[in-house]
């Protein structure tokens, strides 16, 4: 009775495991593919990974951004913009006149001028590394998928096949078990003359 108790605890914390896993892999495919905006777009808030390093230690290159798409930035405050290529880029905001917002880095190089439409909103916070693992999830995020993929068979493969594993692991003891009982009549027989 305590080993089939701890065979069904060991069970039970090796589907945690499994589980677990597979969410893991979830949230690295669903980084990977949604790098340039983490969280749904209705949301008021956007997490964007940083990958430039000219706005110094205000937004470090490969932190993770947390922007306030309900809140506009104003002079003297970091923005998340896109440029004139679609890409998402961070600048401080040095000034907005007649819809113009003139952006700068942190070392006061002149990062151009964006129209106001192309302002994502301000950023207050960030972490650290998080944005660095996102720009990898997101160049390398075939293999991640394709890993989890993998991953995601062999579990169900496991599942599949567990019933007939189960019978034929039930057919080897029994095929033992009469073995067994078989060597051990012949072996009580053998000094019985009929």
């Not at 951004?65 to 961070?90: L, N």
């Not at 991953?151 to 095929?175: D, F, M, N, Q, S």
């Not at 009469?178 to 053998?190: C, L, Q, R």
């Amino acid at each position: 009775m305590r080993k089939r108790k701890k065979n069904r605890g060991l069970l039970a914390l090796g589907w945690t495991a499994a589980i677990l896993v597979l969410l893991l892999f979830g949230a690295m495919v669903y980084a990977g593919f949604r790098a340039e905006g983490l969280l749904p777009d209705g949301t008021g808030y956007q997490w964007l990974p940083v990958t430039q390093g000219d706005m110094g230690s205000a937004l470090p290159e490969g932190a993770l951004a947390i922007v306030d798409r309900r809140q506009m930035p104003q002079p003297k405050e970091v923005a998340a913009y896109r440029d004139e290529t679609g890409r998402v880029s961070f600048g401080r905001v040095a000034s907005i006149q007649d819809g113009i917002c003139r952006l700068v880095s942190d070392q006061g190089k002149e990062l151009g001028s964006v129209e106001e439409e192309a302002l994502l909103g301000a950023v207050h916070l960030y972490v650290s590394g998080l944005g660095g693992a996102v720009t990898f999830l997101h160049t390398y995020r075939l293999t991640v998928a394709a890993a989890a993929v993998i991953y995601l068979l062999a579990l169900l493969g496991y599942v599949v096949t567990r019933g007939p594993r189960k019978r034929a692991k039930r057919r080897r003891e029994l095929i033992e078990l009469f073995a067994y009982y078989g060597e051990k009549y012949d072996m009580e027989e053998s000094g019985i003359d009929y």
